[in-house]
């Protein structure tokens, strides 16, 4: 079992940056073969893919996301994190660190594939 705790949402104004962290509580030998993601739901949206990473750091961004996220795992820490720069008011969401075991595929964004779930932390950008 993994669980999974996220935090460092808030609120932030139109280009500013947030960064989320999420902690994984498994022993570091199951963090290694464990792939992650962070995924995001605005009221009135289905949730959607941000960022993933593999065990081995391959990554893949939403389009929404690239040249203004940084998905990245701290593998001393088993934490996974998101630096958002560049905020806009659109990317005002709940977003949710997600976790499966690795498949030996690349990084992928579906949130069928994941099995362990974060809480959730709310980030609200302001204009």
């Known amino acids: 079992q993994v669980q999974l705790v996220d935090s460092g949402g808030g609120s932030v104004q139109a280009g500013g940056s947030v960064r989320l962290a999420c902690a994984a509580f498994t022993t570091s030998a199951a963090y290694n073969f464990i792939s992650m993601a962070w995924f995001r739901q605005a009221p009135g949206k289905e949730r959607e893919g941000v960022a993933a990473i593999t065990s081995s750091g391959a990554i893949s961004y939403a389009n929404s996301a690239k040249d203004r996220f940084t998905i990245s795992r701290d593998n001393a820490k088993n934490t996974l994190y998101l630096q958002m720069s560049s905020l806009k008011p659109e990317d005002t969401a709940t977003y949710y660190c997600?976790?499966?075991?690795?498949?030996?595929?690349?990084?992928?964004?579906?949130?069928?594939?994941?099995?362990?779930w974060g809480q959730g932390t709310q980030v609200t950008v302001s204009s």
């Open positions: 997600a976790a499966k075991w690795e498949s030996g595929g690349g990084p992928v964004l579906s949130q069928d594939a994941y099995r362990y």
